[in-house]
């Protein structure tokens, strides 16, 4: 009993890794969007606003946290759920975009706000347990 116990520990430690490595990874390839977007101004040019590479630059070092938080997920717990509140708050404000585009005639893609809602959802669902305090001096 206790060695199944162990064993389901074990691999859903495992997938929580290859999870924060894929999201991690994700997050850290934006980094090509935001040199596109710096290298030819067009935040500046095009779109007219500075939003989408401020926007970009947060999620480039949440990767690379994740990617460290990949390691011990157990010794990351905080980064794990700040990752995963952060994906859930961000298909929370563009589903209101989402609707509020809707209702004035425009269409956008919600696919993102599904990709983002899903991301959020599976880093949570995948959060590791808290560990007990032990006082120091306790075996």
């Known amino acids: 009993m206790i060695a199944q116990i162990k064993e389901v520990n074990v ?11 894929i999201v991690g990874l994700v997050n850290l390839a934006l980094i090509y969007f935001l040199y596109l977007d710096l290298r030819h ?11 989408e590479p401020m926007f970009l630059s947060f ?3 949440a990767g690379v946290f ?4 990949a390691r011990k997920p157990s010794e ?29 005639g425009v269409h956008r893609n919600f696919m993102d706000v599904i990709l983002f809602l899903v991301i959020g959802i599976a880093l949570l669902a995948l959060l590791p347990a808290k ?9």
Not at 41 to 51: A, F, H, P, R, V
Not at 78 to 104: D, F, G, K, P
Not at 131 to 139: F, I, K, L, Y
């Open 66 to 69: 994740l990617l460290l938080a």
């Open 131 to 139: 560990r007990e305090a032990v006082a120091p001096g306790v075996a």
């Open 11 to 21: 691999k859903r430690e495992r997938l929580t890794q290859i999870v924060l490595v």
């Open 59 to 61: 999620f480039i070092p």
């Open 41 to 51: 101004s067009s935040w500046l040019l095009e779109q007219k606003s500075e939003c």
């Open 76 to 104: 990351h717990r905080s980064m794990i759920a700040l990752a995963a509140w952060w994906n859930i708050s961000h298909a929370t404000v563009m589903a209101i975009q989402t609707v509020e585009a809707r209702i004035h």
